[in-house]
């Protein structure tokens, strides 16, 4: 079955510095890979998402991940973070022929001044 | 703008009562899904539904059951509300199976007392 790690359940970072979050997964075969954000009492919105192609994905508000099939991770990158980035955010992965989607259990990201 | 509602944001009930949690989405989306949110667990699958008629059993369906008698409607209930049901439940469509983005209601937060 798959499983997915995000091994940092916060993060704080200074506005404008760049940040990493963390996402690693058990099971290769057939992966689709998405990274969803949450806002405060709000639904989770899609960040972006990795189906095929290129590994190197780009998603809204000027994130983006890299896939690494041989470490099997999804790190979500930014290079310059700001204070509206301040949420929760979720790695998530389907493993072709399974019947769910996984999430991770999230990582807070706080964007200080 | 196409969405998804859920209804009521917030409820309080009692251990013991039927309980029936609100879904509808204006994407026209087939597939449908139910998770709940608790910490340290990120989001569960409950049941999920591939179109009219069709549902399916997640990973935490137990005390739980949804029916779907049209594209925009899933409503959730719970039969018999129990203290560990309290959580913050969440709807989600796509247009898609697992593989594909979903996109998420801003939830219902139940406690049970």
């Known amino acids: 079955a798959q499983s997915v790690t995000q091994l940092d359940s916060q993060v704080p970072v200074f506005e404008e510095a760049p940040v990493e979050l963390r996402c690693n997964y058990s099971?290769?075969?057939?992966?689709?890979l998405f990274w969803y954000v949450q806002y405060p009492n709000q639904g989770l919105q899609l960040l972006l998402k990795y189906l095929s192609g290129s590994t190197l994905v780009k998603g809204i508000n000027g994130f983006e991940a890299e896939f690494n099939k041989s470490q099997t991770s999804f790190h979500l990158r930014k290079p310059s973070v700001h204070i509206s980035d301040t949420a929760e955010y979720f790695c998530?992965?389907?493993?072709?022929?399974?019947?769910?989607?996984?999430f991770g259990t999230g990582t807070q990201l706080k964007v200080e001044l | 703008d196409a969405e998804i509602t859920q209804s009521p944001r917030h409820k309080i009930t009692e251990t013991g009562r039927q309980v029936t949690l609100a879904c509808h989405q204006t994407?026209?989306?087939?597939?449908m899904f139910w998770y709940r949110q608790d910490l340290g667990h990120g989001l569960r699958l409950i049941h999920y539904?591939?179109?009219?008629?069709?549902?399916n059993k997640g990973e935490v369906s137990d005390g739980y059951s949804v029916s779907r008698s049209n594209t925009e409607d899933l409503p959730l209930t719970l039969e018999s509300a129990a203290s560990s049901q309290t959580s913050v439940y969440f709807c989600?469509?796509?247009?898609?199976?697992?593989?594909?983005?979903?996109?998420f209601g801003d939830g219902t937060r139940l406690s049970i007392l």
């Open positions: 998530a992965a389907f493993t072709g022929g399974g019947n769910k989607l996984t």
């Open positions: 099971s290769s075969v057939s992966v689709y």
């Open positions: 989600a469509s796509s247009d898609g199976g697992f593989n594909q983005p979903q996109h």
């Open positions: 539904s591939y179109g009219v008629h069709d549902t």
């Open positions: 994407w026209n989306h087939n597939n």
